[in-house]
């Protein structure tokens, strides 16, 4: 028998610009000082995509999001490596966060480099097999 209660995400209370921008140390922690924002948000865009797809993937029980993430990465070692570290710990240091990354940006004041982001439910999502994206269509909180 179904449950009629609908299913809400698990919202820390940490920010979720912080929340990603630890996940993505891997990536982040590889850049040079003087990176420009479009180019770290090129870097996050990769952990983008892996986070919102273990959480999508755990959401509707598949692995549809991850493989489809692995699969065109499969040609680079590098890439490939990063993104199974990027998996792991979101499987392991982030398991118990289920916000997704909504609309996100990089901003430069007073020279360091900042972040904004969404946070987004994933239960307000209608279930679907494609790759995440950073589109104004998703539904949720958000927070900066």
């Known amino acids: 028998m179904k449950s009629n209660k609908k299913q809400k995400a698990t919202f820390p209370n940490r920010k ?3 929340t990603f921008l630890d996940f993505a140390s891997p ?3 590889m850049m040079p000082q003087d990176v420009s924002e ?3 948000e090129k870097v996050l865009g990769i952990a983008f995509v892996v986070w919102n797809g ?3 993937d755990g959401i509707n029980g598949n692995e549809h999001h991850v493989a489809g993430i692995r699969e ?3 040609r680079d070692p590098v890439l490939s490596a ?3 570290e990027l998996i792991h710990r979101k499987h392991t240091l982030f398991r118990d966060d289920q916000r997704l990354i909504g609309n996100y940006r990089v901003t430069r004041k007073r020279g360091e ?3 904004w982001a969404e946070a987004r439910d994933p239960y307000s999502l209608p279930r679907t097999k494609g790759l995440a994206s950073n589109s104004n269509e998703h539904h949720g909180n958000s927070e900066s």
């Open 38 to 40: 479009a180019s770290i």
């Open 82 to 84: 990063l993104v199974t």
């Open 27 to 29: 990536l982040t922690s």
């Open 16 to 18: 979720i610009s912080e």
């Open 72 to 74: 065109p990465m499969a």
């Open 54 to 56: 273990t959480i999508l």
């Open 113 to 115: 480099l900042r972040l």
